[in-house]
């Protein structure tokens, strides 16, 4: 479980949280635990990030697959710095007052690709609701970066919504990102606990501007289950986003990162997992990843490969 306090500094890492009360912790299954990371790989790819001063959000949200995934030299960066100005009740990434962009990153950014040999890289962010547009324009960079020193490397970003930010999402569409990626997160009934800073519909709405703009962009969006939702409140969400055009579905059971975040309802059975699957699929969905251990951009590479061969054969019919 990661915690509160951010050992490498005097930080308080979730400051709007310290004071709320410990909420019970339930034992993880047999089914979605995972070993410490260890191999050469991954002391590898951890090399890389340190060396080139990046963040990933790997570390920053304590995904458990980061063992598996940096030992293929698989890594998610967090651009835009590590500290957030939203304070999602379920996420570990830390908040408070970010600190100024660094424009350096873009070409950083670019150079691991090249050094990691990428085929497909993943781009996140904080959300930056203290820039104007965002930051709208640093995805831009970064994107454009990559195209020119890795031109055969696919891009997905995974944005924040960019609430009140006018038409900065266009900027990020017209660069043309290989897929788009945009995380509903829960049911809209649980927005004002889990995700108050923002608005169900609005995150709905961006998705579908993706579609609007640039059909040919592959749209991607995600969901945690085990916060208290209801199978038929997920079937709802799948055919909102089905409405919006969404292409691939990830659904992935939530882990508390403390004692002060959301608390964990129940853990989700593989088997129930797998129902979600077939369900999403009947719904039209070209991809769906639905498991334990699923996350955005865990095996995004292998993943865009199906989601393109998928279209392919939708289109050859």
């Not at 339930?26 to 090399?47: D, F, N």
């Not at 990153?105 to 962010?125: D, G, R, Y």
């Not at 904080?126 to 104007?132: E, F, Q, T």
Request: positive net charge; contains cysteine.
């Amino acid at each position: 479980m990661a915690t509160l306090i951010d050992m490498n500094s005097d930080r308080v890492r979730h400051p709007e949280k310290a004071h709320k009360p410990d909420t019970e912790v339930l034992r993880k299954p047999k089914w979605i635990r995972v070993k410490a990371p260890t191999s050469k790989g991954y002391a590898e790819t951890r090399k890389i990030v340190k060396d080139k001063g990046l963040v990933t959000v790997c570390e920053e949200a304590a995904c458990p697959n980061i063992g598996e995934c940096w030992e293929k030299s698989h890594a998610t960066f967090m651009v835009l710095g590590e500290i957030c100005t939203r304070a999602c009740a379920f996420c570990n990434v830390a908040t408070g007052l970010p600190q100024a962009v660094d424009a350096y990153e873009p070409t950083k950014i670019a150079e691991a690709v090249v050094e990691m040999k990428l085929k497909h890289v993943v781009i996140t962010s904080v959300d930056r609701d203290d820039l104007a547009d965002g930051g709208a324009q640093h995805f831009v960079d970064v994107i454009k970066a990559i195209r020119e020193k890795s031109p055969a490397t696919t891009i997905e970003i995974l944005t924040p919504d960019f609430l009140r930010k006018g038409d900065a999402p266009n900027m990020v569409i017209d660069a043309k990102p290989d897929v788009f990626n945009h995380n509903l997160e829960t049911v809209p009934r649980l927005y004002l606990k889990i995700r108050p800073g923002a608005r169900y519909f609005h995150s709905l709405r961006l998705l579908e501007k993706v579609k609007d703009r640039d059909p040919s962009q592959f749209t991607k969006s995600g969901l945690m289950v085990g916060l208290g939702e209801t199978k038929e409140e997920i079937m709802q969400v799948m055919d909102d986003m089905r409405s919006a055009g969404v292409d691939f579905l990830t659904i992935g059971q939530y882990l508390q990162p403390t004692r002060k975040h959301a608390k964990l309802e129940r853990f989700v059975t593989p088997e129930e997992f797998k129902s979600y699957e077939t369900i999403a699929r009947a719904k039209g969905f070209l991809m769906v990843s639905a498991s334990p251990l699923t996350r955005s951009s865990y095996h995004a590479d292998s993943d865009f490969a199906q989601l393109r061969a998928a279209r392919d054969a939708q289109l050859a019919r």
